[in-house]
């Protein structure tokens, strides 16, 4: 019986022995107040030398309030908390303001913390400046957290760098952050910094706090955001920063660039130099860069940048063909002068190209001047050039002595032949007019009146035979042409006698009007006097006072041997 109370008293002893030992041991692996205080100390935000803090940084983390605090969290208020916090602090408790202050944000009672250490006489260290700042931004308060950032801003303090770019950017001024590195409070932003300060000022069209940006920081936050730069330069009408930022965009980009901002910043002369050294490199492309000159309206200037790059090429070339485009019908001397330049380089092909284009464009007087003595001038398309030039100014003498020349036995293809033939004088001798038409005729460029013309140039110079061939060939092509059975039969008479021009005048009557003087003359020349006579009295009766038809009535009066009929018409 003994034996068994001791076996039950061991049972409960040993237990409750064995727990106890086990809370001792626990309160001694509690922390102390210096313990508490130096992992507080740990916790706190440690200045940094970088800036590049974008984001709020989370707050320190400390240990739970005392536990006679931790219970009334939730239903005190600042005043009650804060004395009770003053009566343990003075009986010797370890207790922090800010492990009360976080354990009633914890709580979600930010107004409570926010009054909380207002109450208390180190509620406004720097230990809880941050924490502040994010209370008043919680309970609505941006103006007085706006505040307490602005007056960090100003002077260097004991508030960290780091919380006072935090706190900028919770409450969404970076304003601050630039104005606090300006003042030295902060260090210098970085490039990342800077750069992300300086588009929120762009998008707030804050120049003054970019230039303010740039007197805090040497980071060179254009070269990461050329576009950015040049927006801030456009807008502070500073053409010169502009063009600084443009050069650290990539090398393809540059020039479209560089010319919207002269073009935006109405600089045109920076604009005209800028187009015009760009037209000067050596891997330049003279007709695009004549063009955007030209769009930009510098017209002279693009045609000499053209006719720099035309100096030495054939009119076919595109450069050429683009300055010949803008120097227009009507060229101004100094592209006269470059025309005449060019005509006198390169072989004899290219310089009779270009002679050609000088003469379409200068006066014909002057052009027909300088291409008389030109060195090609002996060649027989530069002759038929200054033929043309001769007709176009009505110099017909320079025309004459011209054609003179060309029609001296030289070959003459039938292109050629047209050509003389359309620029030769107005006014000509007969001889030069047979000649031409005989080239016309041999080149198979004929006219449809040629042979007849020649024809009677023939006959007019006694040559009946020279003109029966000419009219020969002529009837083959056109049997049926009066004026040319006529000649043929007055030909024939002369060669063979009537008898031989007889079947000519006949063909000749077959091709006459039933009631014309033609018929009749053809009737007299048939010996058909009396059907002459008929038909020309019938024709004075229509048209009595036709002199000529009264001539030709006389005349076959006459013939007829009625003499004093002959003297009443003529008399009438």
């Known amino acids: 019986m003994r034996i ?43 200045p940094t030398t970088s800036s590049l803090l974008v984001a709020p940084v989370a707050p320190p983390v400390v240990p739970p309030a005392h536990p006679a605090i931790a219970a009334q969290i939730a239903t005190a208020d600042a005043a009650a908390l804060a004395a009770l916090t003053a009566q343990l602090i003075t009986a010797g408790q370890s207790v922090s303001t800010m492990q009360v202050a976080y354990d009633l944000v914890a709580a979600k009672r930010p107004a409570v913390a926010l009054d909380y250490l207002a109450a208390r006489p180190d509620g406004g260290a720097a230990a809880t400046w941050r924490l502040r700042v994010d209370l008043l931004r919680q309970t609505g308060r ?42 030295h409070v902060i260090p210098p932003p970085d490039a990342a910094l800077s750069l992300d300060l300086a588009r929120r000022a762009d998008k707030a069209g804050r120049n003054d706090l970019i230039a303010l940006l740039d007197t805090a920081t040497t980071a060179n ?30 090398v393809e980009q540059r020039p479209a660039a560089r010319e919207a901002i002269l073009t935006t910043a109405g600089d045109r002369e920076g604009l005209r130099t800028e187009l015009l050294a760009r037209a000067a490199a050596p891997d330049a492309q003279p007709e695009r860069e004549a063009e955007r000159l030209l769009a930009s309206g510098y017209r002279a200037d ?19 063909q683009r300055v010949l485009y803008l ?35 200068d006066r014909p007087g002057e052009a027909l001047a300088f291409v008389s003595r030109h060195p090609l001038a002996s060649q027989t398309d530069v002759m038929l050039m200054r033929l043309s030039l001769a007709r176009t100014a009505s110099n017909d003498a320079a025309g004459r002595a011209v054609l003179a020349l060309l029609l001296d036995g030289r070959a003459l293809d039938p292109a050629q032949v047209a050509a003389l033939s359309a620029a030769a004088p107005a006014r000509i ?25 020649l024809a009677w140039t023939a006959w007019n ?57 033609a018929r009749v003359e053809i009737l007299e020349k048939l010996g058909r006097r009396a059907d002459a006579l008929s038909l020309v009295e019938t024709l004075r009766a229509e048209t009595p006072h036709d002199r000529s038809l009264a001539a030709l009535h006389a005349r076959l009066l006459i013939a007829q041997g009625q003499a004093g009929r002959a003297r009443t018409v003529l008399a009438q």
């Open 4 to 46: 068994d109370r001791r076996r039950g008293r061991l049972a409960i002893v040993l237990p409750a022995l064995a727990g106890l030992s086990l809370l001792a041991g626990g309160l001694m692996l509690l922390p102390n107040d210096r313990e508490i205080l130096h992992a507080e100390r740990r916790a706190q935000p440690v």
């Open 221 to 250: 936050w254009r070269a990461a955001d050329p576009w950015l730069a040049i927006r801030v330069a456009a807008r502070a009408k500073d053409t010169a920063a502009g063009l600084k930022a443009a050069d650290y965009l990539p």
């Open 142 to 183: 941006t103006a007085d957290a706006s505040t307490l950032v602005t007056q960090a801003a100003q002077k260097r303090g004991s508030v960290p760098a780091a919380d006072i770019v935090a706190a900028a950017y919770a409450i969404d001024r970076p304003d601050l952050v630039i104005a606090a590195a300006a003042n």
């Open 429 to 453: 001798e007969p001889a030069q007019a047979a000649a031409i038409a005989k080239r016309r005729v041999a080149s198979g460029v004929a006219a449809p009146r040629d042979q007849i013309d």
């Open 461 to 517: 110079a006694g040559d009946a035979k020279g003109a029966a061939k000419w009219l020969h060939a002529h009837l083959e092509t056109d049997p049926t042409d009066l004026p040319a059975l006529r000649l043929m039969a007055d030909v024939q008479a002369r060669i063979g006698g009537d008898r031989a021009a007889r079947p000519w005048l006949d063909r000749a009557l077959a091709q006459t009007p039933a009631e014309s003087k």
């Open 302 to 320: 693009a045609a000499a940048v053209l006719r720099r790059a035309a100096t030495g090429q054939p009119p076919s070339a595109p450069a050429a």
């Open 327 to 361: 120097m227009g019908p009507r060229p101004e001397s100094d592209d006269l002068a470059w025309l005449k330049q060019q005509s006198l380089q390169g072989n004899a092909a290219q310089q009779r190209a270009w002679l050609a284009r000088y003469a379409e464009r």
